[in-house]
Nanobody, 123 residues
Framework: QLQLVESGGGLVQPGGSLRLSCPAS????????IGWFRQAPGKERGGVSCIGSSGGSTNYADSVKGRFTISRDNAKNTVYLQMNSLKPEDTGVYYCAADGSSWCRGLYGMDYWGKGTLVTVSS
C-alpha cells in the first residue's frame, strides 16, 4: 500500500521550531517531487514548499522564505520540513504530497497525499 505519513507536528510557542517528517512506504521517493502544503482553520489548502525529484531545486511560499527549509533523504525514503521562527499564522494542518514528475504540479496535480499533521503556534 502506498502511503505518506506525516509526523512532527504539535504545539509550539511563537519563535519556536519544529521539524516535520514525511516517510514513504510502498514506493520509493527517489523519482518523485515532494511538496508540503498547509491548511489553516477556515482557509483553503495552499502550497508551502516543493523539492524536486533530484533534490537540487526547491521553492518556498513568500510567507515562509528564510524560515522554513525542505530537504530529502532518499536513503531513508523521507522528506523533511524544518520550520524555524514560527508565527501564529503558521498554524494549520501540514500535508506532504508526492508528484511523479520532476517538479510539484500544485495542489491538484499531486499523485499521493498524507493525512496531515497539526501544527499550532500559540503562547
Amino acid at each position: 500500500q502506498l502511503q505518506l505519513v506525516e509526523s512532527g507536528g504539535g504545539l509550539v510557542q511563537p519563535g519556536g521550531s519544529l521539524r516535520l517528517s514525511c516517510p514513504a512506504s510502498g514506493f520509493t521517493l527517489d523519482y518523485y517531487a515532494i511538496g508540503w502544503f498547509r491548511q489553516a482553520p477556515g482557509k483553503e489548502r495552499g502550497g508551502v514548499s516543493c523539492i524536486g525529484s533530484s533534490g537540487g531545486s526547491t521553492n518556498y511560499a513568500d510567507s515562509v522564505k528564510g524560515r522554513f527549509t525542505i530537504s530529502r533523504d532518499n536513503a531513508k525514503n523521507t522528506v523533511y520540513l524544518q520550520m524555524n521562527s514560527l508565527k501564529p499564522e503558521d498554524t494549520g494542518v501540514y500535508y506532504c504530497a508526492a508528484d511523479g514528475s520532476s517538479w510539484c504540479r500544485g495542489l491538484y496535480g499531486m499523485d499521493y497525499w498524507g493525512k496531515g499533521t497539526l501544527v499550532t503556534v500559540s503562547s
